[in-house]
Structures are given as structure tokens and as C-alpha cells.
């Protein structure tokens, strides 16, 4: 069992920067396996943003290229989205996910994967 909790959303300007966290608790480190961050706007579907194996081999949607860095520390349980370069197209629920310990790679997995998810963080971005 995996459980997430994000934190740091807040409403920014456009070009502000923001950085999310997700504290992640499990029984054992092995059940974590990949995570992601992923956002829902309102009247629109939930989409991956950014990936990360437990190796730190990220992976990211074109839309977030060169804004958005993630980051995990295995040690310390947590993972982080750092996004910059705001833009008011980023508003939406964020929420950060893990896929548990049988995907611990990443590519090719899509949102039936992860298992585990967070209760999101609202980030605005106004213009």
C-alpha cells in the first residue's frame, strides 16, 4: 500500500514559478516502483506531465519540456515537481501518482497504471 500527499499549490502570475511536493509512504521502497505528477483543468481529461523511475530517469510531456523539472528522494520518500515559466494554460489540479512496485520503469505506462494517487493540489496561473 502506497499512500501520497501533495503540497504547494498556490496561485502565481504568469512566468511565476512553483514548486509541489508529494510526501509518499509505503510499506517498503520497492513498492513505489514509477511516479508521476498529472494534472486535471476543469471539462478535461487528467494528463501526464512528468515521469520518474526509482533510478531518477525522468520522462516529460512535450507541453512541460524545459519548465517543469521532477525530482524524487528515495530516501526521504518524496517527490517534486518544480515548475517555472508559468503559463495561465497550467491551471488545473495536480496530482502526483505511483504506478507501485510491479512498473519500475516508465516509459509506455499511461494513467491505468498507477495504482496510488494523491487527493491533488490546485495551482492557478493567471495572466
Known amino acids: 500500500q502506497v499512500q501520497l500527499a501533495e503540497s504547494g499549490g498556490a496561485s502565481v502570475e504568469t512566468g511565476g514559478s512553483l514548486k509541489l511536493s508529494c510526501a509518499v509512504s509505503?510499506?517498503?521502497?520497492?513498492?513505489?516502483?514509477?511516479m508521476g505528477w498529472f494534472r486535471q483543468a476543469p471539462g478535461k481529461e487528467r494528463e501526464g506531465i512528468a515521469f520518474?523511475?526509482?533510478?531518477?530517469?525522468?520522462n516529460y510531456a512535450d507541453f512541460v519540456k524545459g519548465r517543469f523539472t521532477i525530482s524524487r528522494d528515495n530516501t526521504d520518500n518524496t517527490l517534486d515537481l518544480q515548475m517555472d515559466s508559468l503559463k495561465p494554460e497550467d491551471t488545473a489540479m495536480y496530482y502526483c501518482a505511483s504506478a507501485g512496485g510491479g512498473w519500475y520503469r516508465c516509459p509506455g505506462l499511461v494513467l491505468r497504471h498507477f495504482s496510488y494517487w494523491g487527493q491533488g493540489t490546485h495551482v492557478t496561473v493567471s495572466s
Open positions: 509505503a510499506g517498503h521502497s520497492d513498492l513505489i516502483g514509477c
Open positions: 520518474i523511475d526509482p533510478a531518477g530517469l525522468t
